[in-house]
């Protein structure tokens, strides 16, 4: 099965701050990865897919990027609203999520 | 706009049995796969079970496969987990979700759940 690798597990940071969040894969997966935000007591909800593809009215701070092995999820000028934890998940073969990043604030 | 509700959640003992249901609306349930997955407490997401919207193909997670039985009643747009041999490390949130993409997941590939209830929770313990 593939396994998915997020670092950091959580990490602080300020409002207006840049965030990034690293994926990896323990085989290649092209672009076969997702990407999702999840808030305390909430669903998760699809940000980003096939890897850089914003979702339908997902910010345009959030960005992805990376295929085979790597991939980054980045956050620019962080808004109150982006606490959160964050999750990648692959589906190129079945379904795996990433351990997740948990971002709070600094 | 897609509604999902979980129901059937409970607290069981080890080695017991729980029924998971999730109905659907909102959206052409019978052309859409749907998944389960879970979230122990304060832990992350692990995906559990996926059936196309056919349930021509089901696929499981290695930790519930022989004991977790995924299926769906298109005519009552209507998706089910049977879950027997319950383990104490089963206890999560379990939530149901739609499929990103329609009539997808053949091969095992392709595989997005993009629209999530709200979860059902299950508890096991003696």
């Known amino acids: 099965a593939i396994q998915l690798t997020q670092s950091p597990s959580s990490l602080s940071a300020s409002v207006g701050d840049r965030v990034t969040i690293t994926c990896r894969a323990s085989?290649?997966?092209?672009?076969?990865l997702v990407w999702f935000q999840q808030k305390p007591g909430k669903a998760p909800k699809l940000l980003i897919y096939?890897?850089?593809s914003l979702d339908s009215g997902v910010p345009s701070r959030f960005s992805g990027s990376g295929s085979g092995t790597d991939f980054t999820l980045t956050i620019s000028n962080l808004q109150p609203e982006d606490f959160a934890s964050y999750y990648c998940?692959?589906?190129?073969?079945?379904?795996?999520f990433g351990g997740g990043t948990k971002v709070e604030i600094k | 706009q897609v509604h999902l509700v979980e129901s059937g959640g409970g607290v069981v003992q080890p080695g017991g049995s729980l029924r998971l249901s999730c109905a659907a609306s909102?959206?052409?349930?019978?052309?859409?796969?749907m998944h389960w997955v879970r979230q122990a407490p304060g832990k992350g997401l692990e995906w559990a079970a996926f059936i196309r919207y056919d349930g021509s193909n089901k696929y499981y997670a290695d930790s519930v496969k022989g004991r977790f039985t995924i299926s769906r009643d298109n005519s009552k747009n209507t998706l089910f987990l049977q879950m027997s041999g319950l383990r104490a490390e089963d206890t999560a949130l379990y939530y149901c979700a739609k499929d990103l993409h329609p009539y997808a997941g053949r091969n095992g590939f392709n595989l997005i759940p993009d629209s999530w209830g709200q979860g059902t929770l299950v508890t096991v313990t003696s």
């Open positions: 998940q692959q589906f190129n073969s079945y379904v795996t």
């Open positions: 085989q290649g997966i092209s672009s076969a």
């Open positions: 096939d890897a850089s």
């Open positions: 909102g959206f052409t349930f019978s052309n859409y796969g």
